[in-house]
């Protein structure tokens, strides 16, 4: 079976796809330096799956240990998810977020080429798109405008990504942008555990739920959407996992191009919607108040995902209400996790 190496594998979306590629019966080569995730994920991987990962502990800047990476793997395609993802820490500290983001990964597109290894999926956001021209948001709608250097970060690998298919076709590239992801694995063993006070609505909405936080703050009721807060295009976490496997195949299979798929569900929903749900879902309270709108925030973001449907054959399948009640359970668990 052919051998995918992941970057960052450990990480939110890294463990979901190491999941969903291990089910579909893919090997995989795994890097992770754990500066946002724990080793003990790889454990939840091999219990959910039965199946274990070939990892390799370090840094995607370390040139010599992707070149021994490659070397000692023959490697047919790679999935690129090792990046700094918070909006405000890239604001204070952008050299850090440009280095981890964009410097790793001419560090491996370099070594990937060295070893003659030319098929990429990269993760990039829709906050590429800036204030959207345009909802639903197709992938063709101007990208720039970004507010923040991670969002930056995406667009300056994504414009490196399109020179580097112009000087050589022989690339096959896939990116990826992603609108919300949301929720967790159903078992609860893997899902998305940030550090401190959680900067994106679902988690901070989980811990209120467990009580962890006192409260929600709403930023801002005073939008242009039919009740006033932001919109947002929620996906589940194992749906988007699912389309790595798509765009796998479609890149092992296909030679020759550079692809670009909005994944989202195609739906918005609003803060106050999310609450709604996952109160409902769950049977718990989510007190929140309105505050102010948060800097930089945009009004609505949803995509229109039928390329990606049409082209990989792929759909988001889960409904909100998975995502609530998985997104939940996982919060529980961790609870317990923590104490023991
Ligand atoms: P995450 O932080 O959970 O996972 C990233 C993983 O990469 C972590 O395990 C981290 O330890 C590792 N890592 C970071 N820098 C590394 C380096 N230099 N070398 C080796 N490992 C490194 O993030 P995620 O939510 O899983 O996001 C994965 C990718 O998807 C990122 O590129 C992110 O920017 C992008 N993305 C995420 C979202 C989202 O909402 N989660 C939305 C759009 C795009
Ligand atoms: C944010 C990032 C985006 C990144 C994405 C990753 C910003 C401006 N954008 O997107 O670059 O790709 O996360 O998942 O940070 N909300 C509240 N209260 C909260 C948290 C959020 O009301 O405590 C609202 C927000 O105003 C927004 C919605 O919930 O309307 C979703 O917010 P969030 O989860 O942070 O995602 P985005 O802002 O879409």
Same mark, same amino acid.
């Given at each position: 079976?052919?051998?995918?190496?992941?970057?960052?594998?450990?990480?939110?979306?890294?463990?979901?796809?190491?999941?969903?590629?291990?089910?579909?019966?893919?090997?995989?080569?795994?890097?992770?330096?754990?500066?946002? +995730?724990?080793?003990?994920?790889?454990?939840?991987?091999?219990?959910?799956?039965?199946?274990?990962?070939?990892?390799?502990?370090?840094?995607?800047?370390?040139?010599?240990?992707?070149?021994?990476?490659?070397?000692?793997?023959?490697?047919?395609?790679?999935?690129?998810?090792?990046?700094?993802?918070?909006?405000?820490?890239?604001?204070?500290?952008?050299?850090?977020?440009?280095?981890?983001?964009?410097?790793?990964?001419?560090?491996?597109?370099?070594?990937?080429?060295?070893?003659?290894?030319?098929?990429?999926?990269?993760? +990039?956001?829709?906050?590429?798109?800036?204030?959207?021209?345009?909802?639903?948001?197709?992938?063709?709608?101007?990208?720039?405008?970004?507010?923040?250097?991670?969002?930056?970060?995406?667009?300056?690998?994504?414009?490196?990504?399109?020179?580097?298919?112009?000087?050589?076709?022989?690339?096959?590239?896939?990116?990826?942008?992603?609108?919300?992801?949301?929720?967790?694995?159903?078992?609860?063993?893997?899902?998305?555990?940030?550090?401190?006070?959680?900067?994106?609505?679902?988690?901070?909405?989980?811990?209120?739920?467990?009580?962890?936080?006192?409260?929600?703050?709403?930023?801002?009721?005073?939008?242009?959407?039919?009740?006033?807060?932001?919109?947002?295009?929620?996906?589940?976490?194992?749906?988007?996992?699912?389309?790595?496997?798509?765009?796998?195949?479609?890149?092992?299979?296909? +030679?020759?191009?550079?692809?670009?798929?909005?994944?989202?569900?195609?739906?918005?929903?609003?803060?106050?919607?999310?609450?709604?749900?996952?109160?409902?879902?769950?049977?718990?309270?989510?007190?929140?108040?309105?505050?102010?709108?948060?800097?930089?925030?945009?009004?609505?973001?949803?995509?229109?995902?039928?390329?990606?449907?049409?082209?990989?054959?792929?759909?988001?399948?889960?409904?909100?209400?998975?995502?609530?009640?998985?997104?939940?359970?996982?919060?529980?668990?961790?609870?317990?996790?923590?104490?023991?």
């Amino acid at each position: 079976m052919e051998k995918i190496f992941i970057t960052g594998c450990c990480g939110y979306i890294g463990s979901h796809t190491c999941v969903e590629l291990l089910n579909a019966g893919y090997e995989i080569i795994g890097l992770d330096n754990f500066s946002n +995730s724990k080793p003990i994920v790889l454990d939840k991987i091999k219990e959910i799956t039965g199946k274990d990962i070939k990892f390799y502990e370090g840094d995607m800047l370390d040139k010599e240990l992707l070149n021994k990476i490659f070397i000692e793997n023959e490697i047919d395609c790679v999935i690129d998810f090792a990046a700094f993802k918070s909006v405000g820490d890239s604001v204070s500290k952008p050299i850090e977020y440009y280095i981890n983001n964009v410097s790793s990964v001419l560090t491996l597109l370099e070594t990937m080429k060295n070893n003659k290894v030319k098929k990429l999926i990269f993760s +990039s956001s829709a906050t590429v798109y800036g204030t959207p021209e345009k909802v639903p948001i197709t992938e063709d709608c101007r990208i720039g405008g970004t507010t923040n250097p991670y969002g930056t970060s995406k667009l300056y690998v994504e414009g490196i990504l399109q020179d580097l298919y112009k000087s050589d076709n022989e690339w096959d590239i896939c990116i990826f942008r992603y609108f919300n992801p949301v929720g967790a694995h159903p078992s609860g063993l893997i899902g998305e555990d940030p550090n401190g006070v959680p900067a994106n609505l679902m988690p901070y909405i989980a811990k209120v739920a467990t009580k962890e936080l006192e409260y929600l703050s709403v930023f801002g009721a005073d939008y242009d959407t039919p009740d006033g807060t932001g919109v947002r295009d929620y996906i589940h976490i194992v749906d988007l996992a699912k389309a790595h496997v798509k765009g796998v195949e479609k890149l092992l299979k296909e +030679s020759n191009g550079l692809f670009i798929y909005n994944l989202g569900t195609g739906k918005g929903y609003s803060v106050l919607d999310m609450i709604n749900a996952f109160e409902k879902v769950n049977s718990v309270k989510v007190p929140y108040k309105i505050t102010a709108r948060r800097a930089g925030d945009i009004a609505k973001c949803y995509a229109d995902s039928s390329l990606a449907s049409k082209e990989l054959n792929w759909c988001a399948t889960l409904t909100l209400e998975d995502m609530c009640k998985d997104a939940y359970n996982y919060a529980r668990k961790e609870i317990v996790n923590e104490k023991n």
